[in-house]
Every structure is written in C-alpha cells, then in structure tokens.
C-alpha cells in the first residue's frame, strides 16, 4: 500500500482549502469527499460574506470552483465515505466505504458538521426558499420580514437577535417554557422589542408557495391547539452534529462530539489535523473554515519536514 504524505478527510471550504494549499506545496493530497461534496454550502443558494465576491456567488458554484482549483494542483479527488481510520500507529491509516484502505504520514479531518433538521417533510427543497439554517448566511434577506426561529438555545437567541437587524418581527418558537441558553443572551433576546416567545410549542407543517415559506402550523404541546402562522422565513436553531463518528474515539472530542484542537488545527495525535466546523462549534463560517484548512495544510506540510 502507497503511502499518502497527506490525506484530507471532507471537502467543504475548510477540506478543499487545505487541498489547494497541500496540493501547491506538492503534498500530492488524496481528498475523501464524503457524502455530501462540497459541505454545507452546496445547501445553500447566494453566498454574500465570502471575500472576494463583490456580488455574491451561489454556494455550490463557489465550491465548485474550490475544487478545481485544489485538482489544477494536483489534489486527487475520491467520491467515498471515510468509514474508519486507525490513528494509533503509523503510517496512518485511513478505510473508505468501497472496502479499500489507503495509509498517511498525515491525516487532516474536516468532516465538518450538519445542522439539525426537523424532519418536515418539504424542509429540504424549501431550503434557500424560505428555510434556512444559518441566520448569518440568511438573515440579510429577511429585511422587513416576518421570521421564525426554533430552538432554546444560545444559537437560537444569538440568531433571533441578529434577525431583528433585519426582519420587522422574529418569534421565537421553544419546545418548553424555558430556555436551554445562557442567561446573558437570554436576557438579551427578552429585552429586544421585535422578538416574542411561542413557548412548549413545534412547528409540524410548513406551508409554501410559488415564491417559497408563506407559513407554519405551530402546536401547543401543553394544550394540543394548532394555530396557522403566517411567516416569510423558518430559521432552524437546534444544534449541529459533528461528523466526528468514524474517528470511534481515536481523537479527543469536546462532550458536543467536536474535536478539540489547540495551537490552531493541531489535535492530540501528532499529524493528524482537524479544521473547519468540525472542530469549531462558535464561528461556523466558510471563511473560518477556510482559514483552518489553510493553517492544517502549513502544519501538516510542517510536520513531513520535521518528520
Ligand atoms: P443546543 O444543543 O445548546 O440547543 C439546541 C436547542 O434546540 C435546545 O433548546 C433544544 O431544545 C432545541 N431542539 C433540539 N432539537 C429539537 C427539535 N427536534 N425540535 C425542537 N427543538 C429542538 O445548540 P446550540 O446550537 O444552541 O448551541 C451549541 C453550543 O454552542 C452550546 O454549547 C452553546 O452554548 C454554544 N454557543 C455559544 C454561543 C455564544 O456563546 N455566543 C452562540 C451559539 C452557540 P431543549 O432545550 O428542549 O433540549
């Protein structure tokens, strides 16, 4: 078996990244691409923060272009599933979903993590039509709108409270009577005229037209009662998984699933790196993720050289 001197696990901003910084410093990165090529941002429509786009530019086309970017240099692409690796002994070694095994000097994990969805039956095709799981990305196009955020957490008021920078009215809608968030950012969304609580309630229904998310049916858990709610955008708050179950405890996790990293991509396994949400539950931003993937390819180029 050929060993890899780098091999990069997930291609979203951070992995790809990372594949066109090792790919131009002749690392010859073999890039795993998952099951769902590209990240998060193939979910997405327009893309307006990322740097560079004076105008914008569609979430799948950006990552689009980020791979054949990385492949001009020379990154080779698989379209598989990482299912297993073995990190206690080196080369590293790193099992796919079509049975084959590859061995690395180096691994860099950016599998990412995928937000949670309700399970609504038409959530997905309504996504960028009026469903969303990122207020940063979304938020700006709600100006004057009416929104909906679920969940009780610190995202879900951090979200609702940046909405209101746009929107005319956020609810927010809670599975219980009390919030899981801190109490700062609670306090915060309490204080902010143009967010309201919709409390023990669910969303189970979301109603759309020609131009997306016209509405929801919202239940009251206590009392059963189904009101229909007009709404513009639906923002799911619910938390995000790691993809971190395929490491099956060779790296250090926080207690959420997500790797922990120190002195930037660096994890508990000398050579093996981690970039982009996988390991970042805070920022979760393509440009971040970007960024790791820039420092775990420069590290993992660092330590062949010293290896
Ligand atoms: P959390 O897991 O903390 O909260 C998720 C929320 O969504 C909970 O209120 C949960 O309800 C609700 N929820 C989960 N599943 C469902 C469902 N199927 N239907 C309805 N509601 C659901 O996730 P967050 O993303 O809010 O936070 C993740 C981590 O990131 C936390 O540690 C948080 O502190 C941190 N964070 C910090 C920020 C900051 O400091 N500025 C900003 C954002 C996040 P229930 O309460 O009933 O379980």
């Known amino acids: 078996m050929e060993t890899r001197k780098v091999i990069i696990i997930g291609t979203g901003p951070a992995g790809l990244t990372a594949a066109i910084y090792a790919a131009r410093a002749d690392l010859k990165p073999l890039i795993l691409e998952g099951h769902e090529p590209g ?5 997405t429509t327009e893309v307006e923060n990322f740097p560079g786009f004076e105008h914008g530019v569609m979430g799948p086309e950006l990552m689009g272009t980020m791979k054949k970017q990385a492949a001009r240099f020379g990154a080779e692409f698989l379209q598989v599933m990482c299912t297993d690796v073995d990190l206690s002994k080196r080369p ?49 196009f709600y100006r004057d709108k009416v929104v909906h955020v679920v969940g009780g957490g610190d995202t879900a008021m951090e979200d609702a409270t ?5 929107a005319k009215k956020v609810y927010v809608i809670h599975r219980k009577d009390s919030l899981r ?3 700062p950012m609670q306090e915060r969304a309490f204080k902010n005229p143009k967010i309201e609580f919709l ?17 929801i049916v919202v239940e009251n858990l206590k009392t059963g009662a189904k009101e229909n709610r007009d709404t513009d955008g639906l923002f799911y708050a619910i938390g995000h998984t790691p993809n971190t179950s395929f490491l099956k405890g060779q790296l250090h ?8 990293t120190h002195s930037g991509p660096e994890t508990n396994v000398p050579g093996v790196f981690a970039c982009g949400d996988v390991q970042d539950s805070y ?20 330590y062949l050289e010293g290896h």
């Open 181 to 183: 968030a801190s109490k």
């Open 39 to 43: 990240g998060q941002l193939t979910l």
């Open 283 to 302: 920022y979760r931003q393509a440009i971040t993720a970007a960024g790791s993937g820039c420092q775990a390819a420069i590290k993992a180029e660092r």
């Open 199 to 215: 409390w023990d309630s669910v969303v189970t229904e979301i109603k759309s037209n020609d131009s997306g998310v016209c509405g």
């Open 92 to 140: 590293f070694t790193v099992k796919t979903s079509t049975g084959q095994s590859y061995a690395a000097d180096t691994v860099i994990v950016s599998t990412g993590a995928s937000a949670k969805w309700l399970g609504l039956p038409n959530e997905k095709e309504l996504t960028g039509r009026g469903v969303s799981t990122c207020a940063t990305c979304d938020g700006f």
């Open 253 to 260: 996790l926080d207690e959420h699933g997500f790797i922990r």
């Open 162 to 166: 940046f909405i209101t920078k746009f």
